[in-house]
Structures are given as C-alpha cells and as structure tokens.
C-alpha cells in the first residue's frame, strides 16, 4: 500500500478528551474517529488491526471446535420476557420501537436468541456436544462509555454458547474455552490471567475473567506473581480430552489470582509476601457456566438416552475483541507511540523513502514493495513529499514492527536501514536480503 493513496489521517496534536494512552494513540493514529459518546467508526488503519484480532479468535475458537454463525444485532424483546431478563436488564439495554409498535432491542449479549435457534432444531442428546458462536456488535448504554474502544456502547464481541447433557460436559466445554482464550490472548503476544470472578447479570457458579495487567485497567485485581510465569507455549492439546482440559485449567488457575469482588485477603496473605501482588487490570474475556438457568424458562429440552427430555447444561463466554484493540495498546506502546505484536499488526513492515524523487531511491523501494509483498508480508510504503523527520514519526506513532529506510547514501554503498521498532535496533542489510530476513522465523 502507498501511503500517498492510502487513507491515514494521522492527528499532529495530542487530543484533549482522551486520558489514557490507547485512547490517544489511536486517535492519533488515525484508527478510530468518534460517532456518538461511545460509539466509533474504526477507519483502515483500525480496521485492519480489528480485522486482525476477528482473525485469530476464528482460528481458535474454530481450532477448538466451535462452529460460527452470525446473529442479528437487533432482537425481539419477546424472547427476553421468556427469560424474565426483560425487565431485569435495566437501562443499560437500548430499547427501540418498531413502526408495528413491537418492542426490540439492541442485544447487550446473545443468551436468548441462540436457545431459541437451539430449541428449534435440537431435539436428541446424540446432537450434543455443541458450540455455537459468533463474532458480532452489541450496545449496552453504558453510563459512562470512556478510554475510547475500551468502553464503548457500541462494541465488538465474540460470544459463544455451547449445549451440554450432562453438567460434566458443560464443563469440559467451560475448560475448552478456557484452553482456547488463553491460546488466543497469547498469540496475539499479550499475557491474559484467568482470574476467578463475579458472574453479574448473566447469573451462575463458576465463572473466570481474563485480565491483561495494566495501569490504566479499570479492575483491581490481586494475584500471586508465580502466575505470570505460566506460558501456553505451542504445546499441543486435544481439545475433546477432558483430562488434557482440566489439566490446563488446574495449571493455569491454582494460584491465587482474584478480582476486587472476589477477592479474600485471608487466602491472599498465605501467599509469600514477596509473591503477593495488587495491580490493575483490563478485562478482555470471560467465561460462563450456568447450568438449565436459560434452557429450563425456555424449554430448550433434548431427549435423553432413557428417552426423558431434559433442558440441556449451557455456558457462555465472550471476548471483547474491540476492546483488545485498546488493550494490546495499553500493553504495547512508548512515549513515541503504538508497537504492534506481529500478529496483529496492520501491516508488516514499512517503508520510508527519505529522498522521494531520487531515482535511484524510488526504485529501490518500489523493488522492495514488490519483493516484500511476494513474500506475503503486508507494506506500508511512505511515498509522500515529506520530510524524513515526519515520516518517521508517523511509522513510529502506527507502530509497525519493521521500517525499512532507504535513501541515497546507503543505495551507494548497496544498503538500506532495518529498523525493529520494538528494540530501536537498526542494522544495514543488501535489500534484496530483506524479505527473507523478515519472513524466517
Ligand atoms: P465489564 O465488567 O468491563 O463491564 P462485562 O463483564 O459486563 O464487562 P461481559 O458480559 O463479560 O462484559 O462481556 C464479554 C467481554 O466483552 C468483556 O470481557 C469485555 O472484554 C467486553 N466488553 C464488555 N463491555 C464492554 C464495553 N462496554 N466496551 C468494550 N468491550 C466490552
Ligand atoms: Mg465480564
């Protein structure tokens, strides 16, 4: 992509309204541009950032078995009724009329609408396990939408449900989730601790919240240190195991490791004192279970082997995949702006010409555009009329992990500059050893 056609509108001036870092910087960037309090257009720059997270919860969910569909955003207050949500929802649920004078609503959360499908064509035990999900907007009006992406109204979630006969296997596919966020929030290189948690308004026993640490997260949470040493690694897991399941979930949540509603100072003060941690926290995902709590009020039944029907175990477990925009932010940045993890960064690698016009210049990195891009990485070249002092800010403001500098001195010499924008460190390099460098390893 050349910069001179490309649609960037990066802000020189730091935005008053925005008072934490990933705020700014993706206004900034150019990433979002605000609609309505809480509500936000995500321009190309943010869009592929988006795009990129949707990408890697596919994979993961997909890798673990769920299967995607895709709900409506609006949905008949009818179903919340059955359910008696309806009215306990409060104003948090955007309530909207039709012409017919039927009352809708903006789904704050899916929980109705996916038993209704599942009631509909689930009737036999021999039709379960299953997981359904979705990756799509929700609104919840909340009072005080801020931080930007991180606390919109408007929002992007995956959420998933999954069907169960037993509460044995409603809890393995709580395990299963549990295996697959924590996959997910390391690939896209942030460190997520499952945390047991409150369950709110979607009601149940066990449920875990996954917090990335970061200053500016709106939770307190208390932890044991030991528990961020635990990498998932890229060891394989058999995800219809229910010992391999459990055997991660043990793994990753016996340590102590609270949020302020949950927390219990009495446990935490048996951790050793050089262990014990209070910090903040961003919550990016949580998991449900909560057994025939929505099946028994709506009658999502399935016939069991001895031919009784009973309502089916569910859970729920959503990621907040807009608000991991904000959060790998929060996790990845410096006074000079945004570093993106590489898997989810909008583009690979970027070029700045520092002579524009230079011949000798010009093709060097059109022959590295072409070159880069045949090796599958995704380019950003910086083909303006600008000084080199500006282009480099603005690669080190959108926080490409490579820059790539040409100019004529170094083409002279039969180098151009490789620039690791997390390290700083740079390297002389023959350009057409470059595309190899960046796609090993
Ligand atoms: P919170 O406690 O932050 O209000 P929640 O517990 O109500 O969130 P869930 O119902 O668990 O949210 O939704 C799943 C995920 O969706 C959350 O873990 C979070 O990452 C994301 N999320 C929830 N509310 C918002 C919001 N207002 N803006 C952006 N993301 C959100
Ligand atoms: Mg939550």
Not at 119 to 129: A, F, I, N, Q, T
Not at 304 to 319: C, L, N
Request: include cysteine; proline fraction near 5%.
């Amino acid at each position: 992509m050349r910069l001179s056609r490309y649609f960037l509108p990066v802000l020189r001036e730091t935005p008053a309204e925005a008072q934490i870092a990933s705020h700014r910087l993706m206004l900034r960037a150019g990433m979002i541009k605000q609609a309505a309090a809480g509500i936000y257009s995500w321009l190309p720059l943010g869009y592929r950032v988006l795009r990129n997270i949707e990408r890697i919860v596919h994979e993961e969910q997909q890798r673990a078995g769920h299967i995607p569909l895709l709900m409506p955003t609006l949905q008949p207050a009818d179903l919340w009724r059955e359910s008696g949500r309806y009215d306990a929802y409060g104003p948090e649920m955007l309530r909207i009329r039709d012409r017919h004078d039927r009352d809708m609503l903006y789904g704050p959360t899916n929980e109705e609408l996916i038993t209704d499908i599942f009631r509909s064509h689930v009737s036999s035990y021999k039709d379960l396990p299953l997981t359904l999900y979705h990756i799509q907007w929700k609104f919840r009006d909340e009072v005080r939408p801020r931080f930007g992406v991180m606390r919109g109204r408007e929002f992007l979630m995956k959420d998933g449900y999954n069907f169960d006969l037993t509460r044995e296997d409603a809890l393995h596919a709580y395990n299963r989730h549990l295996v697959s966020y924590l996959r997910t929030y390391e690939r896209m290189g942030l460190q997520a601790i499952p945390m047991r948690a409150d369950s709110g308004p979607i009601g149940g026993d066990d449920t875990h919240e996954f917090l990335v640490l970061a200053e500016t997260g709106e939770s307190e949470v208390f932890y044991d240190s030991a528990i961020t040493d635990l990498k998932f690694g890229s060891r394989a897991i058999d995800y219809d195991s229910h010992a391999e399941c459990r055997a991660v979930l043990e793994e990753f949540t016996s340590r102590y490791a609270r949020t302020d509603e949950t927390h219990d100072p009495a446990l935490f003060e048996q951790i050793p004192e050089e262990r014990r941690r209070v910090a903040r926290g961003i919550e990016v995902g949580q998991i449900f279970y909560f057994g025939t709590k929505y099946s028994e009020p709506m009658g999502a039944t399935v016939q069991g082997p001895d031919g009784k029907a009973v309502p089916v175990h569910m859970g729920s477990h959503g990621i907040g995949v807009s608000r991991l925009a904000g959060a790998l932010i929060e996790a990845n940045h410096d006074e000079r702006g945004i570093i993106w993890p590489r898997e989810v960064a909008p583009f690979h690698v970027g070029i700045v010409n520092v002579k524009q016009g230079d011949a000798a210049a010009d093709a060097a990195c059109e022959g590295l555009e072409a070159a880069l891009g045949k090796a599958g990485l995704e380019v950003l070249y910086d083909d303006r009329e600008e000084r080199a002092g500006a282009k480099f800010a603005t690669m080190d403001l959108i926080g490409l992990p490579h820059r790539i500098t040409v100019g004529p001195r170094g083409l002279d010499k039969g180098v151009v500059e490789l620039t690791d924008r997390r390290t700083g460190e740079s390297e002389e390099i023959k350009p057409e050893l470059v595309a190899e460098r960046l796609t090993q390893g």
